[in-house]
């Protein structure tokens, strides 16, 4: 059974920094994609970064320059190092999975690019 589990959200003031964590279980996530996804409470879960089985990224505007993904296969963890954070990055924040062996050259940033998601974590930040 595949499980993806973040961990690292809290309450911090603006400006300051979270790396949030998803271990996966229960499948390898070396050669497929991982995507980190968000949803502020009363708007619709947008996309926040993806790392492609080759180490390639892709963010959303919004962060972009601000937060980082990465990846360690040999941990089956995916990571998002947030860096000088805004109140506007105030959401739930999940990890996604792409266990597929289908690949191509887009950039996976819609939530049907993935086919198995966390429970989130929370992340809020206070002006």
């Known amino acids: 059974q595949v499980q993806l589990a973040e961990s690292g959200g809290g309450l911090v003031q603006a400006g300051d920094s979270l790396r949030l964590s998803c271990a996966a279980s229960?499948?390898?996530?070396?050669?497929?994609?991982m995507g980190w996804f968000r949803q502020p409470t009363g708007k619709e879960r947008e996309f926040v970064a993806t790392?492609?089985?080759?180490?390639?990224?892709a963010y959303a505007d919004t962060v972009k320059g601000r937060f980082t993904i990465s990846r360690d296969n040999a941990k089956n963890t995916v990571y998002l190092q947030m860096n000088t954070l805004k109140p506007e990055d105030t959401a739930l924040y999940y990890c996604?999975?792409?266990?597929?062996?289908?690949?191509?050259?887009?950039?996976?940033?819609?939530?049907?690019?993935?086919?198995?998601w966390g429970q989130g974590t929370q992340v809020t930040v206070s002006s």
């Open positions: 996604a999975a792409r266990f597929t062996r289908i690949r191509d050259s887009r950039n996976y940033n819609e939530d049907n690019d993935y086919n198995y």
């Open positions: 229960g499948r390898t996530i070396s050669g497929h994609a």
């Open positions: 790392i492609k089985w080759s180490g390639g990224t």
